[in-house]
């Protein structure tokens, strides 16, 4: 199908394309979202702002602890674990690899999933976990708000149709910090049905800090906080094998994720039940990746 007519904008300065956003403005940054819903005939903007020509959107920049993602930054700078330094370079490794397939990647941007809120993008799940900060700018001025009050449905975020997301910030992970991130779908190139990205800290066989967030398993990315307590003070003895042993922390963690934090919705190919299996093995499995890197 072809889209309906629609209006086109290539700006060459920020404030130009803030001054066209509005009701009926749709952003153009990767593409890989916007044009397939076009397509569709899902979306019919009147305008299409593509802000690929604004200067001083594809900025990584690391400063005070932090990692800045400027909107134009495509997912496949992030394959690199060098990209961002310290375990979340190689947390946000893990993750991209499952995003899609090389050429979306290649024009797709970390910014552009959060901007869309899929509740399965693998970027809003570690948004959640490690509890990101977004900056939105418009014509009428600017304002930063934290990922947990960001995201309130599927497809729906706080931002407003006049705004640009211009940076997504995330703190960096201390140097002894695990991670780990593992996702179940039904194809190769399918949404994940369950994504689970883990950050945690164990000094001398105790767990002093946990972060977990979860896409697909309720209709936003979530973080798994009662899971994540459940771990705090635990002491870990790392299992051996991918499979972790029913009384191990790990697992009743899993299941504290699935049972209180999650509220996956049916999907055709998985009911709540499975769903909730999903999440509990995955979560636990997760976790022992994080503990072991
Ligand atoms: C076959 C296929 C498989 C996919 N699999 C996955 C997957 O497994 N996981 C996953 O997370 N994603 C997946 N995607 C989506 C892909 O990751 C997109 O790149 C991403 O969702 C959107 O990024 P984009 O830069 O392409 O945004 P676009 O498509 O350009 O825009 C998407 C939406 O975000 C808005 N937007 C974009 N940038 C901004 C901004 N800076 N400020 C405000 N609004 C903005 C646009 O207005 C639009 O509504 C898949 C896509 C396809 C086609």
């Not at 190919?269 to 999903?278: C, G, I, S």
Request: with cysteine; glycine share 8%.
């Amino acid at each position: 199908m072809k889209p309906a007519t629609f209006d086109y904008l290539a700006p060459r300065t920020l404030p130009e394309a803030l001054a066209a956003l509005g009701e009926g403005a749709q952003v153009l940054a990767g593409g890989q979202s916007l044009l397939l819903e076009m397509h569709l005939k899902r979306l019919d903007p009147a305008l299409v702002v593509d802000v690929n020509h604004v200067p001083g959107l594809d900025h990584l920049d690391v400063a005070d602890g932090r990692v800045e993602v400027g909107a134009l930054v495509r997912h496949k700078v992030f394959e690199s674990p060098e990209a961002v330094p310290g375990p979340l370079g190689g947390l946000f490794a893990r993750a991209v690899v499952n995003i899609a397939h090389p050429p979306i990647r290649t024009r797709g941007t970390m910014v552009g999933s959060l901007a869309w809120a899929h509740p399965a993008s693998e970027w809003c799940a570690l948004a959640m976990a490690l509890d990101a900060e977004i900056d939105l700018a418009a014509a009428h001025g600017t304002r930063t708000i934290a990922a947990r009050d960001y995201f309130l449905g599927p497809f729906r975020t706080a931002r407003r149709p006049d705004e640009l997301i211009t940076v997504i910030r995330f703190p960096l992970l201390s140097p002894d910090t695990g991670v780990g991130f593992l996702e179940h779908r039904r194809t190769g190139f399918s949404f994940a049905q369950v994504a689970v990205g883990a950050a945690i800290t164990i000094r001398e066989g105790v767990v002093t800090e946990a972060r977990i967030g979860l896409a697909n398993c309720a209709d936003r990315p979530i973080r798994a906080e009662a899971a994540e307590q459940s771990l705090i003070g635990a002491e870990i003895a790392c299992p051996g094998g991918p499979r972790v042993p029913a009384d191990h922390p790990f697992t009743r963690a899993g299941r504290t994720a699935a049972d209180q934090d999650a509220a996956p919705v049916p999907e055709p190919h998985a009911d709540v039940e499975y769903r909730r299996h999903v999440i509990a093995v995955l979560v636990a499995r997760t976790l022992r990746e994080a503990a072991i890197r």
